[in-house]
């Protein structure tokens, strides 16, 4: 084959990776990447590798794209529900909810506990949402297969997603009308959401031939050998607020273990989890966080993705990059973008149109 014909195979194939990765669910979940997606594969081809570790995985759709690249990935956060998420999606290669399943998760179980309906009573949802939040976890229960019990996860937690106003639980919003911007999603019930879901991730699960798994660990407790290409998308250190995502996420991440020994803050009016602690959420902490990552994965190629928004600052970046990589090894790659999850839409416009990085050391 001709190098010109080489070239626009490749292009072809990658263009049709690209396609099939915007099937992936937009997940509202703050710092997502979809919008992003053909940008960060249009770096990513230019890049030889087979196997890659997103280490901090979060809605997943990066980890799908490189899956519909070819690539062996493995996906990775340290938070229960965005394992779930890919587990279900990026590391199952052929497991789907049958019909009789799905049929089995909706029957009414009278062995169901209470535990939604009576500690998040009158908070995100109303109570037959809750009642069949209560009643589709004591179903799951009887799936052993952990692929499928992860599609059921990941259906549920899109399900709240797609029905909460803003997409975060910060706030009261059962029944106040006060974020209600008229979305066909605040309409239907979560039952139908999840049934939604369930049929839209059963038609994105695909083998690519190759290994792929998920993992729900700290990544500096992650064994850094056997990746070619380690992606990077870590917490940003932002101007104002926080960036915390078990403060916005506490729901979804309690929902994905039914709160099993979990932490609940009983004196928050939204009953939260405790913090989980990350380095790279703080100025005190977060340079040193990234030159340990970088050091940590230095003998594969980084791809960190940052924002203008965010601290350290390109410029101090490129240089703790440059530590490992050396200067000449380092390139960055810039996109305009803006933010529309989360609380992007209430803050000031200046700091929701942000140039996106990509570090790449090589």
């Given at each position: 084959?001709e190098?010109?014909?080489v070239?626009?195979?490749?292009?072809?194939?990658?263009?049709?990776a690209?396609?099939?990765?915007?099937?992936?669910?937009?997940?509202?979940i703050?710092?997502?990447k979809y919008r992003l997606?053909?940008?960060?594969?249009s770096?990513?081809?230019k890049?030889?590798?087979?196997?890659?570790?997103?280490?901090?995985?979060g809605?997943g759709?990066?980890?799908y794209?490189?899956?519909c690249?070819g690539?062996s990935?493995?996906?990775?956060?340290?938070?229960?529900?965005?394992?779930?998420?890919?587990?279900?999606l990026?590391a199952?290669?052929?497991?789907?909810?049958?019909?009789g399943e799905?049929?089995?998760?909706?029957?009414?179980?009278e062995?169901?506990?209470d535990?939604?309906?009576?500690?998040?009573?009158g908070i995100?949802?109303?109570?037959?949402?809750?009642?069949?939040?209560?009643?589709?976890?004591?179903n799951l229960?009887?799936l052993?297969?952990?692929?499928?019990?992860?599609?059921?996860?990941?259906g549920?937690?899109r399900?709240c997603?797609?029905?909460?106003p803003?997409?975060?639980?910060?706030?009261?919003t059962a029944?106040?009308?006060?974020?209600?911007d008229?979305?066909?999603?605040l309409?239907?019930?979560?039952?139908?959401?999840?049934?939604?879901?369930i049929?839209?991730?059963?038609s994105l699960?695909?083998?690519?031939?190759?290994?792929?798994?998920?993992?729900?660990?700290?990544?500096?407790?992650?064994?850094?050998?056997?990746?070619d290409?380690?992606?990077?998308?870590?917490?940003y250190?932002?101007?104002?607020?926080d960036?915390?995502?078990?403060?916005?996420?506490?729901?979804?991440?309690?929902?994905?273990?039914?709160w099993?020994?979990?932490?609940?803050?009983e004196?928050?009016?939204?009953?939260?989890?405790k913090?989980k602690?990350?380095p790279?959420?703080?100025?005190?902490?977060?340079l040193?966080a990234?030159?340990?990552?970088?050091?940590?994965?230095?003998?594969?190629?980084?791809?960190?993705?940052?924002?203008?928004?965010g601290?350290?600052?390109?410029?101090?970046?490129?240089?703790?990059?440059?530590?490992?990589?050396?200067?000449?090894n380092?390139?960055?790659?810039?996109?305009?973008?803006?933010?529309h999850?989360g609380?992007?839409q209430?803050?000031a416009?200046?700091?929701r149109?942000v140039?996106e990085?990509?570090f790449?050391?090589?």
């Amino acid at each position: 084959m001709e190098l010109s014909a080489v070239t626009a195979y490749n292009h072809k194939k990658n263009h049709d990776a690209v396609l099939t990765a915007r099937r992936y669910p937009q997940l509202r979940i703050m710092g997502n990447k979809y919008r992003l997606l053909s940008w960060i594969e249009s770096v990513l081809e230019k890049l030889a590798f087979t196997t890659a570790l997103d280490a901090f995985s979060g809605s997943g759709s990066v980890s799908y794209l490189m899956k519909c690249m070819g690539k062996s990935v493995t996906s990775n956060d340290f938070l229960n529900f965005s394992y779930h998420i890919a587990n279900a999606l990026v590391a199952n290669d052929d497991k789907e909810i049958s019909d009789g399943e799905l049929e089995r998760l909706l029957a009414p179980n009278e062995k169901r506990r209470d535990f939604i309906e009576r500690k998040f009573g009158g908070i995100f949802f109303d109570d037959e949402d809750n009642r069949f939040l209560d009643n589709t976890w004591a179903n799951l229960r009887s799936l052993r297969n952990p692929f499928t019990r992860s599609l059921v996860i990941a259906g549920l937690c899109r399900a709240c997603i797609k029905k909460q106003p803003r997409a975060v639980f910060t706030t009261i919003t059962a029944n106040n009308g006060k974020y209600d911007d008229g979305r066909r999603d605040l309409r239907l019930s979560l039952k139908e959401h999840f049934i939604q879901s369930i049929l839209l991730f059963n038609s994105l699960v695909f083998d690519n031939l190759m290994r792929n798994r998920a993992m729900c660990s700290d990544i500096f407790e992650v064994d850094p050998d056997g990746y070619d290409l380690v992606y990077m998308d870590p917490p940003y250190v932002p101007r104002s607020d926080d960036n915390c995502y078990i403060k916005r996420y506490h729901f979804l991440e309690g929902l994905s273990y039914y709160w099993e020994g979990a932490e609940i803050m009983e004196e928050s009016q939204v009953k939260k989890l405790k913090k989980k602690y990350t380095p790279f959420s703080y100025r005190r902490t977060s340079l040193d966080a990234f030159r340990d990552i970088f050091e940590r994965f230095k003998d594969s190629i980084i791809v960190l993705s940052y924002s203008s928004n965010g601290y350290p600052d390109k410029g101090q970046l490129i240089e703790l990059l440059a530590e490992v990589k050396g200067k000449d090894n380092v390139d960055v790659i810039a996109e305009s973008h803006t933010y529309h999850f989360g609380n992007h839409q209430n803050v000031a416009s200046d700091r929701r149109h942000v140039e996106e990085y990509l570090f790449v050391g090589v």
